[in-house]
């Protein structure tokens, strides 16, 4: 079956630090979700690519989709403390989203 | 409300005991979706709603596992015969195909 491959596992950085994330999958998807979970909650929606080559800008975040459609990146510029969390792709096909096993982010103030 | 709730947030069984967990998802959501999550470990698909559509049950990990949505609108997971490998925080996501999942805040399930 489908399987999402995430790196790093974990990410510790200093504030102000760069922070990447990437995403990779056996098949090609048809959209990749991207989502938040900071510790203790729950999976926070932050954004969906469907084009390939796609990129997305959120303020410091940068989600890319590659040609391929089978990998993803998120890319967070000068990280801050608030940044701090799991981050999940979720590739689909379909209706399903198979979801990696996420990165966990954290910042050092 | 003004997002998915679920019920209870903690249960504590001991083994072999069934349970239920409850999902209410945003009025209107037409697809519902439930996940497992380990301790550190990512989102296990276990089975997915959608309208009147026959559900996709291929991620209930054995048949102690099922679902059912009454009304395309609440739904509820049980798990009978509980075991000690099932311990970990159900979710449940609700949404509109293809776009976001709205998840709720989980049920931290402990078998003792």
């Known amino acids: 079956g489908q399987q999402v491959m995430q790196i790093p596992q974990y990410q510790h950085v200093q504030e102000g630090e760069d922070f990447t994330t990437y995403c990779n999958s056996s098949t090609t998807l048809s959209n990749i979700q991207w989502y938040k979970q900071r510790p203790g909650g729950h999976p926070v929606f932050l954004i969906q690519l469907v084009k390939s080559g796609e990129v997305k800008k959120q303020k410091r975040l940068t989600f890319q989709f590659g040609e391929a459609k089978k990998n993803s990146s998120l890319h967070i510029t000068a990280t801050q403390t608030t940044d701090v969390g799991t981050y999940f792709c979720g590739g689909g096909s379909n209706y399903k989203l198979t979801f990696g096993k996420g990165t966990l982010l954290t910042v050092n103030p | 409300g003004a997002g998915v709730s679920q019920s209870p947030s903690n249960k504590v069984t001991e083994k072999g005991k069934d349970v239920e967990l409850r999902c209410d998802p945003i009025?209107?959501?037409?697809?519902l979706y439930w996940y497992r999550q380990s301790l550190g470990q990512g989102l296990e698909f276990l089975i997915y709603f959608q309208g009147n559509s026959a559900p996709d049950k291929s991620g209930l990990p054995s048949d102690r596992f099922s679902a059912e949505r009454t009304g395309g609108s609440v739904s509820t997971l049980t798990i009978q015969r509980t075991q000690q490998e099932d311990s970990a925080v159900y979710l449940c996501?609700?949404?509109?195909?293809?776009?976001?999942?709205?998840f709720g805040p989980g049920t931290r399930l402990t078998v003792t």
């Open positions: 009025s209107g959501h037409t697809a």
């Open positions: 996501a609700g949404g509109f195909l293809p776009y976001e999942q709205y």
